[in-house]
């Protein structure tokens, strides 16, 4: 087991990444807590795949615990399933003294972590990350949010998790497709801030799994993240260079209808994208373009959008159908582990480069421009 400390101004937390680690990782640091509660938040497929998995590691601990199980999926990353975690808390009469246990991926983690930031004001929480992409991301660094259908991760709060307990276990059960949308977001860090964890990764398949191999990959994914956060946990500056990919992404998620296609795979369309833009505005050097393509394009699918004007393509970066701004930052190479914020780049810029982005890569990003 790998444990990664998280330093911040007047407190730290753990992330432990193992295999076979949740019920030491876990149950350890609940019996220091001593809560009076524990309400884990899971969704359907978890509870199929891990019936009670969480409650039969309290339960012989003497632990007072309940389960609250939502709807699997990003369509239900919103106010309305985030209520229903209020409602369940105030059924079962949680309190400060309750914590909460997020059991799931990015989306049960940024919703468990919403509720957990302001319910009561704000009680403990941990996170246990059940897929890839959640372990290198969601889990890590505190930002909470559900969806608004004009933009994604539009309504949230920042809330460090407690606790980080990571079981590389659980990534058995995982489809191909999710491991991969997963590695996306692993493999950002190498690109951004890391070019030896960019190397390791291209050195190395992610199938079929080799669990020890994940150990290492996510551990260094993870240590990108935290020195990040402790640098700048609210998003005020060097942390913004974790949304590389995540502009377009977040296009390409809410213009195609969340849950159409995989949080990681839109990511990694728009993680081609900005090195692409990089390359077209000659701030990325050909051959680490050439790299960066090489790497990235055959593990891509394909991402169908509907038709888009320039009108929607400014509003959908912008979060705001009547935005006056022209233009928007964008984070950009200028070689493999060498990023920066580009301030207030030219929307029209930006439309420009994905007409051509669109025409290079016609069977990966599949849309009608007007």
């Known amino acids: 087991m790998r444990t990664l400390p998280v330093e911040l101004p007047g407190r730290e937390y753990q992330i432990e990444i193992g295999v076979g680690n949740l019920q030491k990782s876990l149950v350890s640091f609940i019996r220091l807590l001593d809560p009076e509660l524990v309400v884990t938040v899971t969704n359907t497929t978890l509870e199929q795949l891990y019936p009670g998995k969480i409650r039969n590691l309290l339960d012989p601990e003497?632990?007072?615990?309940?389960?609250?199980?939502?709807?699997?999926?990003?369509s239900f990353k919103n106010l309305e399933t985030l209520q229903v975690i209020y409602d369940f808390l105030m059924e079962k009469k949680a309190n400060r003294g309750t914590v909460m246990v997020a059991f799931g991926g990015g989306v049960i983690g940024d919703m468990a972590g919403f509720a957990a930031a302001t319910f009561m004001r704000g009680i403990r929480m941990i996170q246990v990350p059940t897929t890839l992409l959640a372990q290198v991301d969601?889990?890590?660094?505190?930002?909470?949010?559900v969806n608004h259908p004009l933009g994604k991760n539009t309504i949230g709060a920042f809330k460090q998790p407690n606790h980080v307990s990571m079981d590389l276990e659980l990534l058995k059960t995982l489809p191909s497709r999710e491991l991969q949308a997963g590695f996306f977001e692993l493999a950002k860090h190498g690109l951004i801030h890391d070019r030896d964890l960019f190397d390791f990764l291209n050195q190395n398949q992610l199938e079929p799994l080799d669990l020890d191999f994940l150990e290492e990959a996510v551990f260094r994914s993870c240590r990108v993240k935290a020195r990040i956060v402790e640098q700048d946990e609210t998003e005020t500056g060097l942390i913004a260079t974790l949304n590389f990919g995540h502009t377009l992404g977040h296009l390409i998620e809410t213009?195609?209808?969340y849950g159409n296609c995989l949080h990681g795979e839109a990511v990694g369309t728009?993680?081609?994208?900005?090195?692409?833009?990089?390359?077209?505005?000659k701030l990325l050097g050909l051959s680490s373009w050439e790299m960066i393509r090489s790497f990235l394009e055959p593990k891509m699918r394909p991402v169908s959008l509907p038709p888009l004007d320039f009108e929607k393509f400014c509003s959908l970066l912008l979060h705001d159908k009547k935005a006056s701004r022209e233009a928007v930052n964008f984070i950009l190479l200028r070689d493999l582990g060498d990023c920066f914020i580009q301030k207030e780049m030219p929307l029209e810029l930006i439309w420009n480069h994905f007409g051509l982005f669109c025409s290079?890569?016609?069977?990966?990003?599949?849309?009608?421009l007007l």
Do not use: Q
């Not at 003497?62 to 990003?74: K, Q």
């Not at 969601?138 to 949010?145: E, F, L």
């Open 138 to 145: 969601s889990s890590v660094g505190g930002k909470t949010a």
């Open 270 to 281: 728009g993680m081609l994208f900005a090195s692409y833009l990089s390359w077209r505005e």
């Open 360 to 368: 290079e890569f016609p069977d990966l990003c599949r849309v009608k």
């Open 255 to 257: 213009h195609s209808g």
């Open 62 to 74: 003497g632990f007072s615990n309940e389960t609250c199980v939502l709807p699997d999926g990003e």
